[in-house]
């Protein structure tokens, strides 16, 4: 009798170890695997009452949910690999921009002393009179460029980094503003300006890929409207 009893002790000890173990691994998992319900399918069969066996079509009804299941399954880590490869594949394309311009969809941009700034002028219509003037961060005119008319359409620009008297302009921030006339009314037009890419964060908010801009702004690659040669 002691010795049944201490058997039965040390069983029921290494069968808890073994509980243990297998909830942990439960925890891992989260869901039934193809085994686990195979084995509750056995066991079902095993234990059915033999005078009222399960119906054909509620066996087969089971195993069509399970396989359902498990596709969907494997369906979702098909997805999660192509997403990693989609993202592997916009990193190597992302960090092949740096050192090159990029248009991007604002007036404002930075430059160094002795530098240089291109721009796009958007026009959604004809416009007549149109001038671009060039503001620094306070908002002071200092360098104004007659363009005339326009037609609708996209036109590339260039200031060449100097202010109404020839002189270079200070290294700091400034903004292209286009204004012209369209059907007689006085209108401001949009101006975009290329961006030289310093560097890029292959993880920023919210998993995206993020180019860090000179003067200090940053955008993220899906934003990205022209790529152009610095």
């Known amino acids: 009798m002691v010795d049944s009893v201490n058997g039965s002790n040390g069983l029921d000890g290494l069968y808890w170890q073994k509980d243990q173990y297998n909830v942990a691994e439960e925890a891992d998992n989260g869901m039934l695997t193809q085994a686990d319900f195979f084995a509750l399918l056995t066991k079902e069969l095993a234990y059915q009452d033999p005078t009222k066996p399960v119906e054909n079509n509620e066996m087969i009804s089971q195993m069509t949910a399970f ?106 921030a400034y903004r292209f503003r286009i204004a012209g006339l369209v059907d007689g009314q006085a209108s401001e037009l949009q101006a975009m300006t290329y961006r030289k890419v310093d560097s890029v964060t292959l993880a920023g908010a919210g998993g995206n890929i993020v180019l860090n801009l000179n003067g200090g702004s940053s955008m993220a690659l899906s934003d990205v409207v022209e790529v152009s040669e610095s």
């Open 67 to 172: 396989s359902t299941t498990d596709g969907v399954a494997q369906l979702n880590e098909s997805f999660a690999t192509f997403a990693n490869q989609m993202s592997s594949s916009q990193a190597l394309q992302a960090s092949s921009l740096v050192g090159q311009s990029v248009l991007v969809d604002d007036n404002t941009f930075g430059i160094a002393e002795g530098q240089s700034a291109k721009g796009k002028l958007m026009a959604d219509a004809p416009a007549s009179n149109v001038f671009i003037y060039v503001e620094n961060a306070v908002g002071e005119i200092i360098q104004t460029v007659p363009v005339g008319d326009v037609s609708q359409g996209e036109f590339t620009f260039e200031w060449n980094g100097k202010d109404s008297n020839g002189e270079p302009a200070a290294e700091g």
